[in-house]
């Protein structure tokens, strides 16, 4: 039998009805679960006062982020599936980007989803959770391979190779031989938990984590896969774009070849053009009067029609 308080009185009710026949309606109430929190999607987060120092002091900037999270459309819903955005991000060589992220490491299990690396569950060190991101240049968008040489090719951004290195290690200590393992000595761990009777890789629920690939993958020391970082969350700092035209840049660990690809493009074009006060007074100053007219405003290069 449902109490009286769970219909909600309107006061409007005609004088000539008892109170006790009111116009009412039933909603569904149960104080049990007043106090309960089912999904707790809130987040927090803090805007920081821009730089009054420093080369980006002044400048204008750009928000480089990753959205969404680990797994296909399906697993993702109702979030999207890992991206870079903006996917495509326009600059002028005067601006500055703060490039910054933060994952997940609470996806449910069966989320991994091709997204190799990763540190592994706490509670179990045979199942990767976590979300780690990083950002390599690539030498073109459909070449899904990062470049080679941070010295020579690393160029979309004006920095020097430490920053490089800090992008695509997202400060994991690579230098650190005793936190960072070169894959030949990974390799040689899975092979001798791989032997019959090798209990040097057990964990504390009795599970073997470094016999298979995924196991590899999400060994704390392999940095290579981004599995040293701790926390998923990142701050790259501020940057200064690189030179006039599109630069094209990946995540090494995230991408999956398809259209859960997590690849992005950074065009850069000159402050100067695309100006429309710097564009008149070049037009007034290359045109002649008789033609003037016929110049359009919004022209990116200097040729007149």
């Not at 009185?9 to 026949?21: C, K, Q, V």
């Not at 701050?235 to 630069?247: K, N, S, V, Y």
Request: aromatic share 14%; charged share 20%; hydrophobic share 35%.
């Amino acid at each position: 039998m449902n109490e009286p308080w769970t219909y909600r009185p309107f006061s409007e009710y005609p004088a000539e009805i008892a109170t006790n026949a009111a116009y009412r309606l039933g909603v569904q109430i149960n104080t049990y679960e007043y106090g309960a929190v089912f999904q707790d999607r809130s987040y927090v987060f803090s805007i920081l006062p821009p730089p009054s120092s420093g080369d980006c002091a002044g400048r204008f900037i750009w928000n480089l982020n990753i959205r969404g999270k680990r797994g296909n459309i399906v697993e993702t819903f109702p979030a999207v599936e890992g991206d870079f955005v903006p996917t495509e991000l326009y600059v002028t060589d005067a601006d500055c980007i703060h490039v910054q992220w933060v994952g997940s490491d609470y996806n449910p299990e069966e989320n991994d989803n091709n997204a190799y690396g990763g540190p592994p569950c706490p509670q179990n060190l045979d199942n990767g959770r976590a979300d780690r991101h990083n950002m390599v240049q690539t030498y073109y968008a459909s070449a899904q391979l990062p470049i080679k040489s941070f010295d020579y090719d690393f160029q979309m951004f004006q920095m020097d190779r430490a920053r490089k290195l800090q992008l695509a290690f997202i400060n994991q200590p690579i230098d650190d031989v005793s936190n960072c393992y070169p894959i030949e000595q990974i390799w040689a761990m899975s092979q001798r938990a791989q032997t019959s009777g090798n209990t040097e890789f057990i964990d504390q629920n009795g599970n073997n984590y470094m016999d298979q690939n995924n196991d590899r993958d999400r060994y704390w020391r392999n940095c290579g896969k981004l599995s040293g970082a701790k926390t998923p969350y990142f701050d790259g700092g501020l940057f200064r774009p690189g030179a006039l035209g599109m630069w094209t840049y990946m995540d090494t660990r995230s991408n999956s070849f398809s259209n859960r690809q997590m690849i992005g493009m950074m065009f850069v074009q000159s402050v100067f053009l695309s100006n429309p006060g710097y564009m008149a007074a070049t037009l007034i100053g290359t045109c002649d009067l008789f033609l003037l007219s016929y110049c359009s405003p919004l022209l990116s290069h200097h040729v007149c029609m």
